[in-house]
Nanobody
Framework: QVQLVESGEGLVQPGGSLRLSCAAS????????MGWYRQAPGKQRDLVAT???????NYADSMKGRFTISRDNANNTIYLQMNSLKPEDTAVYYC?????????????WGQGTQVTVSS
Protein backbone atom coordinates (compact mmCIF):
# COMPACT_ATOMS: atom_id res chain seq x y z
CA GLN A 1 0.00 0.00 0.00
CA VAL A 2 1.20 3.51 -0.82
CA GLN A 3 -0.31 6.75 0.42
CA LEU A 4 0.33 9.80 -1.72
CA VAL A 5 -0.03 13.38 -0.52
CA GLU A 6 0.06 16.24 -2.99
CA SER A 7 0.93 19.82 -2.12
CA GLY A 8 1.57 23.08 -3.90
CA GLU A 9 -1.94 24.04 -4.89
CA GLY A 10 -2.59 27.64 -5.76
CA LEU A 11 -3.97 30.44 -7.84
CA VAL A 12 -1.59 31.82 -10.43
CA GLN A 13 -1.88 34.33 -13.26
CA PRO A 14 -1.53 33.25 -16.88
CA GLY A 15 2.13 32.94 -17.78
CA GLY A 16 3.08 32.18 -14.20
CA SER A 17 4.68 29.15 -12.62
CA LEU A 18 3.82 26.67 -9.91
CA ARG A 19 5.49 23.57 -8.50
CA LEU A 20 3.53 20.60 -7.22
CA SER A 21 4.95 17.96 -4.90
CA CYS A 22 3.78 14.44 -4.17
CA ALA A 23 5.14 12.69 -1.10
CA ALA A 24 4.80 8.93 -0.80
CA SER A 25 4.39 7.07 2.49
CA UNK A 26 7.05 4.51 1.60
CA UNK A 27 10.03 4.11 -0.65
CA UNK A 28 9.27 4.82 -4.28
CA UNK A 29 12.41 3.11 -5.50
CA UNK A 30 10.49 -0.02 -6.44
CA UNK A 31 7.50 1.80 -7.91
CA UNK A 32 7.69 1.32 -11.64
CA UNK A 33 6.01 4.52 -12.77
CA MET A 34 4.91 7.67 -11.01
CA GLY A 35 3.06 10.49 -12.59
CA TRP A 36 0.64 13.36 -12.62
CA TYR A 37 -2.85 13.44 -14.05
CA ARG A 38 -5.40 16.21 -14.06
CA GLN A 39 -9.14 16.56 -14.19
CA ALA A 40 -11.00 19.72 -15.12
CA PRO A 41 -14.67 20.17 -14.15
CA GLY A 42 -16.92 18.03 -16.31
CA LYS A 43 -14.01 16.31 -18.03
CA GLN A 44 -12.21 13.00 -17.70
CA ARG A 45 -8.93 12.56 -15.90
CA ASP A 46 -6.06 12.97 -18.35
CA LEU A 47 -2.36 12.24 -18.34
CA VAL A 48 -0.01 15.14 -17.61
CA ALA A 49 3.36 13.41 -17.27
CA THR A 50 4.96 10.20 -16.02
CA UNK A 51 8.42 9.19 -14.91
CA UNK A 52 9.77 5.66 -14.53
CA UNK A 53 12.06 4.45 -11.78
CA UNK A 54 14.80 4.60 -14.40
CA UNK A 55 14.12 8.28 -14.99
CA UNK A 56 12.42 8.07 -18.38
CA UNK A 57 9.73 10.71 -18.81
CA ASN A 58 6.61 11.04 -20.90
CA TYR A 59 4.45 14.13 -21.37
CA ALA A 60 1.09 14.89 -22.87
CA ASP A 61 1.60 16.95 -26.00
CA SER A 62 0.12 20.16 -24.59
CA MET A 63 2.56 20.05 -21.65
CA LYS A 64 5.77 19.47 -23.57
CA GLY A 65 8.20 22.32 -23.13
CA ARG A 66 6.18 23.87 -20.29
CA PHE A 67 6.02 21.18 -17.60
CA THR A 68 8.84 19.16 -16.09
CA ILE A 69 8.39 16.05 -13.97
CA SER A 70 11.15 14.91 -11.65
CA ARG A 71 11.65 12.21 -9.09
CA ASP A 72 13.62 12.18 -5.83
CA ASN A 73 13.86 8.56 -4.74
CA ALA A 74 15.84 9.44 -1.61
CA ASN A 75 12.96 11.58 -0.32
CA ASN A 76 10.14 9.49 -1.80
CA THR A 77 8.82 12.51 -3.65
CA ILE A 78 8.00 13.51 -7.18
CA TYR A 79 7.55 17.03 -8.48
CA LEU A 80 5.82 18.79 -11.31
CA GLN A 81 7.27 22.13 -12.32
CA MET A 82 4.70 24.02 -14.36
CA ASN A 83 5.73 27.09 -16.34
CA SER A 84 3.92 29.33 -18.81
CA LEU A 85 0.63 28.35 -17.27
CA LYS A 86 -2.58 28.89 -19.22
CA PRO A 87 -6.20 29.17 -18.06
CA GLU A 88 -6.86 25.78 -19.65
CA ASP A 89 -4.37 24.24 -17.20
CA THR A 90 -6.91 24.87 -14.45
CA ALA A 91 -7.78 21.51 -12.93
CA VAL A 92 -7.37 19.22 -9.96
CA TYR A 93 -3.98 17.55 -10.29
CA TYR A 94 -3.59 14.00 -9.02
CA CYS A 95 -0.44 12.10 -8.19
CA UNK A 96 -0.29 8.49 -9.30
CA UNK A 97 1.97 5.57 -8.42
CA UNK A 98 1.85 2.38 -10.44
CA UNK A 99 3.39 -0.89 -9.35
CA UNK A 100 3.57 -3.88 -11.63
CA UNK A 101 2.98 -7.04 -9.59
CA UNK A 102 3.93 -9.95 -11.85
CA UNK A 103 1.98 -8.62 -14.84
CA UNK A 104 -0.81 -6.78 -13.02
CA UNK A 105 -0.63 -2.99 -12.62
CA UNK A 106 -1.72 -1.65 -9.26
CA UNK A 107 -2.51 2.05 -9.11
CA UNK A 108 -2.46 4.37 -6.12
CA TRP A 109 -3.84 7.91 -6.18
CA GLY A 110 -3.44 11.00 -4.09
CA GLN A 111 -6.38 13.12 -3.00
CA GLY A 112 -5.69 15.81 -5.60
CA THR A 113 -4.60 19.41 -5.43
CA GLN A 114 -6.29 22.38 -7.09
CA VAL A 115 -4.47 24.53 -9.63
CA THR A 116 -6.27 27.63 -10.86
CA VAL A 117 -4.86 29.82 -13.61
CA SER A 118 -6.71 33.09 -13.84
CA SER A 119 -6.13 36.81 -14.05
Amino acid sequence: QVQLVESGEGLVQPGGSLRLSCAASRSIFSINVMGWYRQAPGKQRDLVATITNGGSTNYADSMKGRFTISRDNANNTIYLQMNSLKPEDTAVYYCNARRIVVTTPINYWGQGTQVTVSS
